[in-house]
């Protein structure tokens, strides 16, 4: 029988078990319990060259163990399935991230630190790196021109943080927003373009960040001609 293309319920029975599955489906779960499932198996599926697939819904149905209709019930759309793992992702990350922010000093050695943990993470995360390979016309945008909501998300992850840094004395009075932009062109522009140098050994990314932020320093420091 021909399978449906996604975007129209097929008639299966609701959590129909995928052969060869291991995963209970959402038998006995929570809704929270399975959209988490359903993320779970979205992003195995992308990574595996879903991005690609046409019938990506009825691949996360399967790996999931569930039915279609049940994915549409907690998981929605491909688009509302791609969405919510873009936010699971950058929560992800800023719980790694936030840890190292809040012992970070405000120093060029630290702020090198950072950049290389964020850059490492980005050039590493197999979800990312799978979308550029696949469909690189869609996960671009997100990253480049159309950065704007994926900024912002940031911006207000860190904004606390960064405030208590500034109450504390710990870092100078900035703009929270602006250094969080700043730092995100920066951190995209090493983590998407592909150049000479091999900036995914993190000690070549290291020394790369050192002699660019250093010589920025240095730049800054010197008198301006009389």
Not at 21 to 47: N, S
Not at 97 to 107: E, G, N
């Amino acid at each position: 029988m021909t399978e449906p293309a996604d975007g129209a319920p097929d008639d299966a029975p609701d959590d129909a078990p995928a052969p060869g599955r291991t995963r209970r489906g959402a038998a006995g779960r929570t809704p929270d319990e399975i959209r988490a499932l359903i993320l779970d198996a979205a992003a195995e599926c992308l990574v595996e060259g879903g991005f690609a697939n046409g019938r990506l819904l009825s691949a996360i149905a399967r790996r999931a163990g569930i039915s279609r209709p049940t994915l549409y019930k907690y998981g929605g759309t491909v688009e509302d399935i791609r969405e919510a793992l873009v936010r699971r992702e950058i929560a992800v990350f800023a719980e790694d991230l936030i840890p190292r922010l809040r012992t970070a000093a405000w120093t060029g050695d630290d702020l090198v630190d950072l950049l290389v943990f964020v850059v490492g993470y980005g050039r590493r995360h197999p979800l990312l790196q799978a979308a550029l390979r696949d469909v690189p016309e869609i996960i671009l945008p997100v990253f480049t021109v159309n950065a704007e909501s994926t900024i912002r998300r940031i911006s207000k992850l860190l904004q606390p943080l960064m405030q208590e840094h500034i109450d504390a004395g710990r870092v100078p009075p900035v703009d929270v927003s602006l250094l969080v932009d700043a730092l995100f062109r920066v951190a995209v522009s090493l983590i998407l373009v592909r150049g000479p140098l091999d900036l995914d050994d993190p000690e070549t990314l290291r020394g790369y960040l050192d002699v660019a932020l250093g010589a920025v320093a240095d730049l800054r420091a010197q008198p301006v001609p009389g």
